[in-house]
């Protein structure tokens, strides 16, 4: 897709509002909060009543990090704001991982819960699709096709 001014002043805004902070919540302590929310309650073993716990702790989570604070404001090679707008980012795959995870009622490879211990083909073979601006989550079939692929000859590497 082709940014359009749209998407560029919802970026700029980002920055914007990262550079005219004046006080806030430092960046480094809510990545680890991040982490300590996605290892405690997301991670491959996982229960319905504490992913719950863990989403509301995420909700919470998230009005401080749209109140983050930058304290260098220097123009170049600030990495200070580049981890703060990668936060933003993280959150946001976080998020979708923590909701579409509760929302799968079974156990599959690294997702596994001790309130469904059972893999639910029936039900679950598909994908989860997450909406950020609603958090809808919605499902598209898995696509079997091609079930097989010819092989191919392996060939010199030239360069």
Request: charged letters at 35%; zero cysteines; glycine letters at 4%.
């Amino acid at each position: 897709k082709t940014p359009n001014s749209n998407d560029i002043e919802k970026a700029t805004k980002r920055i914007r509002r990262l550079d005219n902070s004046v006080s806030g919540e430092d960046p480094k302590k809510k990545k680890k909060k991040l982490q300590d929310i996605m290892q405690l309650y997301f991670g491959v073993f996982r229960e319905g009543n504490s992913m719950h716990t863990g989403l509301e702790k995420l909700e919470d989570l998230k009005e401080q990090i749209e109140h983050m604070h930058l304290r260098d404001k220097s123009r170049i090679f600030n990495t200070s704001r580049i981890e703060a707008l990668e936060l933003s980012n993280l959150f946001a795959v976080a998020q979708a991982t923590a909701i579409t995870a509760e929302h799968r009622k079974e156990s599959r490879g690294a997702h596994a819960r001790s309130d469904f211990e059972k893999r639910d083909d029936e039900n679950w073979m598909k994908h989860s699709l997450f909406f950020e601006k609603d958090k809808r989550v919605t499902y598209r079939a898995v696509n079997f096709s091609p079930e097989s692929m010819d092989p191919f000859p392996p060939t010199a590497r030239t360069y």
